[in-house]
């Protein structure tokens, strides 16, 4: 299973750069938040080769990368920790009300960061020389987290009710509830090409298309994804699927493919975009959990349950390397950086 605002709270130690990034590597990274060894591995993201590993003052659970490059936020205890990208040493940490659960995004504008936490969400203010809890939205219970192209919604996924919550980040309030299990009809049942379908599951993986139109939500115990319309905010789409627990989702940065991890079946499902029909299968091995996919589309980085991460070429499926790092599989474990400074 997946597991893991009220006003300011609390003071910022370390420093915040809102300077732009001058520079960029040689290579993109990547970052594995590896909670029970207590550090973060920073890996040439293309090789897999490491290039550095961070020790963390708590169990780190997920990782954000600013949009600017510069800086990585990792969510450890009761803080988010700060790392400087250009050196991977930490500069800052930012306390939380709540122990953090390892899901956590950045504004499209590099000056909010959301994190969820114990019991609600909280929004900090990253304005140069703050770094404040600005808000608390309590009641938000994510198992992932999404934010609107336009940075007004924060998206997360209610696993017990199955539903997307969307928080408003100018008014810091919960705003509103979908319900992922009927499509005006009947609770609990919808209608795929003509077919009814019982519906049952938990609300687990998100992802927002790269167009910022809608979002893809993976349901663990469940035979369906829901799409989400994100202008309407409203159910668009139940895709029906073969076999149970679909728990991470992604988009290609291209938007042609939704890539679905199916825990159940072992493997990777493709759909097409244009028309929701079935790709093609990757086989990854056994109970894939959550996926990411690398900026430039080239590589999937899959986690599974309390195993290693698997690397994957696309869109022809190989399986490139296997990385023997353990990850809780629950959280933002991993983030990628294409931008970093030098």
Not at 86 to 110: M, Q
Request: glycine fraction near 10%; proline fraction near 5%; aromatic fraction near 6%.
């Amino acid at each position: 299973m997946l597991c893991t605002i009220v006003l300011a709270f609390s003071a910022f130690s370390g420093c915040l750069s809102g300077l732009p990034v001058q520079g960029k590597f040689t290579e993109p990274r990547a970052y594995i938040c590896q909670a029970d060894a207590g550090i973060v591995s920073v890996l040439n993201q293309t090789s897999g080769a490491t290039v550095a590993k961070i020790e963390m003052p708590a169990r780190p659970l997920g990782a954000a990368v600013s949009r600017d490059g510069g800086r990585v936020y990792v969510s450890n205890g009761r803080n988010v920790s700060i790392i400087d990208a250009r050196t991977n040493k930490i500069t800052g940490s930012i306390p939380t009300r709540a122990p953090t659960t390892g899901h956590l995004a950045v504004s499209p504008d590099d000056k909010r960061l959301f994190v969820v936490c114990d019991g609600g969400l909280s929004i900090i203010d990253l304005a140069r020389g703050k770094g404040n809890e600005s808000a608390f939205v309590e009641g938000v219970t994510a198992m992932d987290i999404g934010t609107s192209k336009d940075g007004k919604y924060v998206f997360t996924t209610d696993w017990a009710r199955c539903a997307l919550q969307v928080t408003n980040t100018q008014t810091g309030r919960l705003e509103m509830t979908i319900n992922l299990l009927s499509r005006d009809l009947p609770q609990g049942s919808t209608t795929w090409k003509g077919e009814q379908v019982a519906l049952a599951g938990q609300a687990a993986g998100l992802d927002v298309s790269p167009d910022g139109k809608q979002a893809a939500v993976g349901i663990r115990d469940g035979s369906f994804v829901p799409i989400v319309d994100l202008q309407s905010l409203s159910v668009k789409e139940t895709i029906s699927l073969n076999g149970t627990s679909y728990q991470g989702v992604a988009y290609s940065p291209d938007g042609s493919r939704l890539y679905l991890a199916h825990y159940d079946g072992n493997r990777i499902v493709a759909l097409d975009t244009q028309t929701y029909g079935l790709a093609g299968y990757i086989p990854v091995g056994e109970k894939p959990m959550m996926i990411e996919i690398t900026p430039d589309g080239k590589l999937m980085y899959v986690t599974h349950e309390h195993s290693e991460v698997k690397v994957v070429s696309l869109p022809d499926g190989t399986l490139l390397k296997t990385l023997n790092m353990i990850v809780s599989g629950n959280g933002k474990t991993i983030a990628f950086n294409p931008a970093a400074a030098d």
